[in-house]
Every structure is written in structure tokens, then in C-alpha cells.
């Protein structure tokens, strides 16, 4: 009989539960992406600029870039208004091109006396410059007077004679632009900035159907007859100027009686024509 050994139960092993963290915990919480954000120097951080489209410019060619076509006379009109001589004798005018001053002021061949190159500003605007028209000077007038076929004679002009022609010719003007105030006053309201001188021409022999109609009843032609292009705040107008002989008026150098008026082109013309014939018939 032998003595048996007994072999011990196998140890029970008893698996624990691992404590878990509460829910609280980091290892419970969704990871977030870490945001880097660059330095405040960087160019994201700065303030840029609002950009502001420029407003569309119409193409150079349109009629608003060029300036309104006159006599090559009056773009240097000024010089001789302001300072005569130094504008007459000056290097400032001196043409470039040729080395020599402006023809149309430069004293004619065989010229018997001198002649003044100064000018006169007028009240007249000019359309498209914010300035206004420029008289001609004597030697300017004397100049124009050759280049129509007139020749001087020894009893003809003296150059006194020249200054008060110059004067006519100016208070001329003066007066034919009053009464052309006179009519766009009819229209004030539609051009509240006033009227402005565009252009004219002379057409002496070319007499008006009005001049016409006065010589068949026994008037004397006109010597001499304008046209001039009104701007209107935009609209041209046409205005016809008749020039009668008068009594000179030696302190004023009034001379001509002038017959203005608007030409029949338009409606309007032709209601003013009427309207103003009616006040006068009335008056």
C-alpha cells in the first residue's frame, strides 16, 4: 500500500475586470486637428486693397475727346491779348517749323505804315474751351483785306483809319451776339449754362431770302451777311445776321444796323420766328 500522493487543485483564476477610465477622460474624447495658423506677418493677414472697377471710358475716337475744330487763328489768340509785344517779338512765337512768326501777323510787302498786333478778348464763349473768342489784330485785318484782292492806294487807309475799323468790326460783333441772347433767352430754361459761339462764316453775296424780299420792296441790300452756329446746350442752332449801313457813332464805334434771327432749320426756329413777330406786332 503504498502512500498516494494527492495532487493539489489547480488554483482558480479569477480574470478581474480592468477598471474603466470615466468618461470624461481625453482617451474618450474625439481627436481634434491641431490648427496651425501663420504668422501675423504673412501676406493672408494683411488688408487688401478694394479693388474698384474703373468706370468705362468711351473710346478716344469718340466725339467727346476732340476738341471742336476753329480758326487755327485762335489757338494762340491769347498770347497777343495778354502781352502784344512779347507775343509779336518774343521767342514764344516763333513757329518751330519754319523759325519764322505767324504769317497772318507779319507785315505785308510794301506795308506803308505799321500796324498794331494786339487783340481783343470778346464776350462771345467759345464752344469747348472755357474761353472766349478772340478779335483779329489790325495787322491781321490788313492781312485778310490782301488775300481778298484789296490793294492800298496812297489816298486809301492810313493807319488811324485801320484802328477804328478794327472798332467797328468788334462793336459789330458785340452787338450781333447780344441779340442772339436776346433769342436763346426763349430757351433758358432747356440750356440753363447759356449759349456758346461754334463757328460762322461770311457770305456777303450770298443775300438772304428776308434781305431779298426788302430790296423788292425798295430796301437796300445788306453789305454784308453772317452765319453763325449756335451750341445750344448740345443742339445747333443756326443764326443769320444782315448787315445794313447806319450813322457811326463816334464814341461807341456803332455802325451797322443788324437784322439777327434764327434761320428756318428747325420747328422751333420757325416758332420763335412767330412768336417774336406776334409780341412785336402787339407791343
Known sequence: ???????????????????????????HQEAQPIKVSPP???????????????????PPECPMHRAEAGPAHQDRAYEFVECPMKAAVGMNDIDPSNMMPPPN????????????????????P????????????????????????????????????????????????EQAWKEILKWEAL?????????ALKRFGGKAKEYSPRARIRHWMGYELPFDRHDWIV????KEVRYVIDYYDGEIDKDTYQFSILDVRPAFD??????????????????
Open 231 to 234: 451750341d445750344r446746350c448740345g
Open 105 to 124: 501777323q507779319m507785315p505785308a510787302p510794301d506795308q506803308p505804315f505799321d500796324l498794331s498786333v494786339s487783340r481783343e478778348e470778346s464776350t462771345i
Open 187 to 195: 430757351h433758358a430754361g432747356e440750356c440753363p449754362c447759356g449759349p
Open 266 to 283: 428747325s420747328l422751333d426756329a420757325v416758332w420763335d420766328r412767330m412768336k417774336v413777330a406776334w409780341w412785336r406786332w402787339t407791343s
Open 40 to 58: 501675423p506677418e504673412c501676406p493672408m493677414h494683411q488688408t487688401q486693397p478694394v479693388k474698384v472697377s474703373p468706370a468705362v471710358s468711351p
Open 126 to 173: 467759345r464752344h469747348g474751351t472755357g474761353k472766349h473768342w478772340v478779335y483779329p489784330s489790325e495787322q491781321m485785318f490788313w492781312n485778310a483785306m490782301l488775300r481778298k484782292g484789296w490793294r492800298w492806294r496812297d489816298d486809301d487807309l492810313g493807319a488811324k483809319d485801320m484802328s477804328n475799323i478794327i472798332n467797328i468790326h468788334n462793336r459789330n460783333n
Open 1 to 27: 500500500m503504498g502512500a498516494s500522493m494527492s495532487t493539489p487543485p489547480a488554483p482558480t483564476v479569477r480574470a478581474e475586470a480592468m477598471a474603466s477610465p470615466p468618461q470624461g477622460c481625453p482617451m
